[in-house]
Structures are given as C-alpha cells and as structure tokens.
C-alpha cells in the first residue's frame, strides 16, 4: 500500500463542508488549508453551492483535478458511499475523522469500510482521530490555527493514538524548538497502524527520529512492531499509556505473576533498541537529543563543564540516577586542560570531572575544556551547565560552543536558565544543534535517550 | 519442531490444563536439558530399589492432578537420609487426595537457585524470564523478561540487568556460575518455547547452578484455557 498520498498530497478534498457552520470540522480543515497551505484545496457538499465564494463540490466527479488526499469528516453513516466515491474516483487517501465505529461498539461498520479499502489497497488514517499534521504542507488537525501551536518543520515524526496527546506534545515540541516533519493522529487505526507509519518514516529522508505513543497492540501486533524497527536504522522513542493497568490476577505461575503486561512491553522495547520514554517530559527530551545528532550509541560517560561547583555536583547525582557514569579524567587530559586555561584560574579551576570552571572563568576556558572533553577518550558525551551569570561568559559563547560540537561529532547537551535574557545563548547553540534543557534533569535526560537507543 | 513425545504429553494434559511434573521431566529431558535423576512410581519397593541405587540423600515430591502447588500442600520433602524417612514420606503422601504417586529424584545441591520461566504474551508471543529463583522468587522480584528467541548476546544482557548478578559470578569469593552453560541452556529454552504451542507459562524453578552446570529441579508447565 502506497502512503505517499498520505503525507504528500498535492490536492485535497474535504468532504462534509457545512454551508452555515463555522465552525464544522470540515469548514475548520478547509479553511485553513485553503489560506494557509500549498496544497490545492476543494470543498465537498452534497448539496453544492458556494462557500464565501469558493464553490463547494456535490462530488468527486465534479472537481476538475485528481484528488491525492480526501478528508472525511462526514456522519459515520455516510463514510461508506464517501469511500465509494474516493474508489471509484481514484483518490489517493483518505484521513477519516468521523467518529461513530468501534468506539462506540460499531464495529461491523468499522469493518466493512476497512475491508473495501484493504480490497483497493486504499490506504486510510482512522477512524475517529485528528488525522495528520505536516507543517509547511497541510493539516487535517481539525483545531483553529489560532488555537494550536504548531512546531516548525522538522525532522520528528511523531505518532499517537491520542489526537489530545498529539496536539498536546506538537506544544511541547514547538516550546523546545524540535520540528517535526509529521504528527499523526492514528484513532481507531482500523487499517493504517503504527507498524504501517514505522515503516514508512522509516523510509522518508526528511525523518530522522520516529516517536510513538502506544495504548496497546493487537494479539502478536508488538511482536511484528519490534521486528520492523529492528529492520530500521532511525532512532525509535516510545510512551506508553497503561502502564499500571491490568495486573496479573491469580497467576498460576511465577512467570506468569512476574511478567505483567507492562514489563513484557518495557523489557523488549530496550532488547530492541527502542528509547522507552517514562512519561511525557521524557519523551519531548528523547526526541529533541535524538533529532540533534547522528551518532547514538554512547555508553553513556559524560564529562561535565561547569562554572558551579554545586551544579557540578547535583548533575553528577542526576546522571547517576539515570544510569549513566562521570568517570574520572586522566592526569594527561587534566594537564593538557589546564595549560590552556586563562592565567587567572589555572590555579583555582578544578580539574576532575566536573570540571569546575570557576566564575572567574572566560569565555575561552569554556571552549578549551569543550575541546579536550571532545577529544579524549574517556567521556564520550559532553554536559556543559552555562550559568550565564558571571562576567566573563558572552552572549556568543552557546554559538561558539556548538561549533565545537560540530567540529568534532562527541554529543554535547547544555543546560541554560529559562529567561527571556539568555535567549541568545540558547539559540547560539541550536545553531549547530547542541540540544539545550531549562533543567538539569531534561539535559541529563537527553544524554540518556542516546545510550537508551543501545540494545540491552 | 516437536518431538512425539512433546506432542503426547502435551495431548495428555489438556484436560488437566497443566503438565504433571514427572511428565514435564521427561518432556524437558527429551530436549536434552539437564535434570536430576527421578523415578516416578506409586511402589513403595521400586521407591526403595531407586534410593538403594541412586543413593541418598533423596527428594520426594507428590505426583497428584490435583496438587499444582506442592510445596503449599506440604508435598515436598528435602534431604531424605534414610530408608525409613523415605518409608514414612510415601504412606504420608498416598493418603493425599489424587495421589498418583510419587516422585523420587536425586537431591542436586548448588551454589545458586535461578528461576527460567516462558509465558505467551499477547502482544508480543513468547517471551523468556530469568531470574534469582527458589521460593523466594516473589519476594526477590529480580527477574528480567525478553522476547523469544533469544540470541546469545540477549542473554548476556538479561544477566547484567539482574541485580543479584555478583552473587552468580561469585561473591566474597564463592565459586560463581557456568554464564557459558546457562546461556546455551536460556537459547535453547527459548526455542523450545517458540515450538510449542498453547502454552500459558511455563516455570523451571529452582534451576540448581553448579560451576559446571544447571540442573532443572522443578518443573511446571501450564497450558492454555480453551
């Protein structure tokens, strides 16, 4: 089955337009198409007319071009004869917002449109979702523009049985600068389900990290998830829901009464090398590191730059507690670091790791312990924790820094205060893209979600 | 592919829903895994005449449809020494209810007791466990799950994740476990459990480690409602 008309139409029909309301899902997905995407636009309604001067369509037939992609937000009851039409029509796809099927126990309904479109190799998203979000080219999100916040484009795909989750996490996404090159809302996946969307990101170039949020899988559905991804180079994040749901009631085993549901599904996620997010802050950290950096298999050894003795400290504890080492430096790496530190801290810096930069430090104290860090052997990812505040670190010093970064290809992550002020530090090391966290926990978090992409 | 002895005594415990251990035995020995030495018998003699030739000390265990949980029930007894311990253990056992006899085995000792089990997921299928066993296995919770089959290398992380694992390499100086014998055994396992079918769990607890190998002391394979 052929997804392209899913993710790249060039025309689109909306079925459904209301000639007197507003605020329609089908008139909120028009519109906003209409004036605010490339995609070529048509309005559908039985009934014909116009619609502030745009002609809404009785049919298919009518519309003077192929369709690639229909948008159906139709009654259930009338998905059928619109699936009739796309078919016979050669439309390309469909995204079927129209709730009413297996959520509601109308199963057979369900079905009866996935079998005709299984038959026709017609693939469609949903029932019952929001559909797909790909920023610059459409959005069948069927929110107002001015009530959404939409990341930029990117290159996270991020798919969710919860159309709430999807628009909550695009949020989230956008407020730590990740793109994303798709979201999608996946409802009652009837036909087109994660496994199907795995495959296909994992072949579309503008896709780099593939994130998901699971509610569960279909009878042997997880095994078949895990062989595909395995199959798959990209780095792979998970959140599950449902994690404490449904304990074993009176096994009969000890395997069966250890081996609940949610510890089958977090154990093989790590065999098979896929990032399993904790809850939602940890999901936005994972996606944001791994769409940053192409290596992604650190054993997880970090060497810290500080200015702060007490950070230092409280972000060895944090990654610690995350499962990862601040192993020591060696005295060569330590005397090679201190001969090109500024006269001033020579003699005060501390030169374990943490390296404890002092607030005496200047700007090109932190570049030289950046560059030892990224050439010795004995860290294999970088934490620098930028306190702005002392005197002698510039507004340059994140763009700076990140060039390092690119120089020499050892992950680097930065934690810098959240203020308005320090926001031309944090875009100085987006520019080469150094991920940076407003927390200690969400910087030490994105060093993880690389060791996590390890098998284990 | 299963052998016709796999295949009949799977055949056999359907209506039971569960295998009954001495069979379980002979089924895990058809696959060349290692297990105690046992005879399963309702004779007292035969009982006697095993113990004269395997030598004590002995294990006794009740053979009963209706005892999944032997240990609760009171029907194991450890370190038999003697032929008159022995004598007593069988009249005790065949007044049980469903007594179909009783099981007579070698007493393996080892430095450490692991548990290997195999439950049907219905996500993911088969899946593997192993962890710190004995009768304080839900009480320890140290195990780790992955998804059958598994590869060699599944299996040295299965290892590492486990907390207790310097006590199976040997802690403070105690001899440690054959990780190489283990292995082999867990990837075997794990085809085994691939092959059969209808399984609901299965639990190899204790698995008696010596530095040379592992011994299946108790076996329990539950089959799935229809």
Redo the contacts between chains.
Sequence with gaps: MDLTPLFKPRTMAVFGVSRNNDTHPANVIFNKNNLRYPVQTFALNPGGGSLQRVPLYPSLSEIPVGIDLAVIATRAEIVETVLDDCLLNEVGAAVIISGGFAEVGNHRLQERITDMAREASFPFIGPNCLGIHCPTKFDTLFLPSERIIRPELGNLAFISQSGGILVDQMLKFAGEGIGMSAGVSIGNKALIREIDLLKYFDQDPATRVIAFYIEGFAENEGRHFVQAAQASPKPKVVLKAGKSAGGVAAASSHTASMAGDYQVFSEIMKQYSIAEARNELELTAFCESLSCFDQRSIQGRVGIISLSGGHGVLAVDTCIAHGLEVPRLLEETRETLRERLNPAIQGIASLQNPVDLTGSSIDSDFLAAADILSRCQEVDSILVLLLPYSPGTSPDIGAKLSLIQQRNDKPMVAYVPKEEKYRIIVEGFELYNVPVSSTLEGSVQMLEALKRCRKC | MLNTKTRNIIEQSRKRG?VLEPEAKELLSSWNFSLPGFIWTSSLSRAEAFAQEQGYPLVMKIVSSQI?HKTESKGVVLGIDNLQLLRETFHRFSEYQGFEGVLVEEMISGTTEL?I???T?????P?V?L?IGGTG??IY?D?????APLTE??VG?MF??LKGKALLSGFRGGTGINFAYLTQMLVRFSNLVMDLKDI????L?PVICTPERAVIADA?I?LKQN
Excluded: H, P
């Design positions: 569960w999944m548990i089990g195999s439950k997921d219905f996500q993911f299928g899946v466990l962890g296995v839900e919770q195990t780790v799950l992955r998804m290398a599944d992380f590492d994740d609901e769990s299965i639990d607890n329990r539950i």
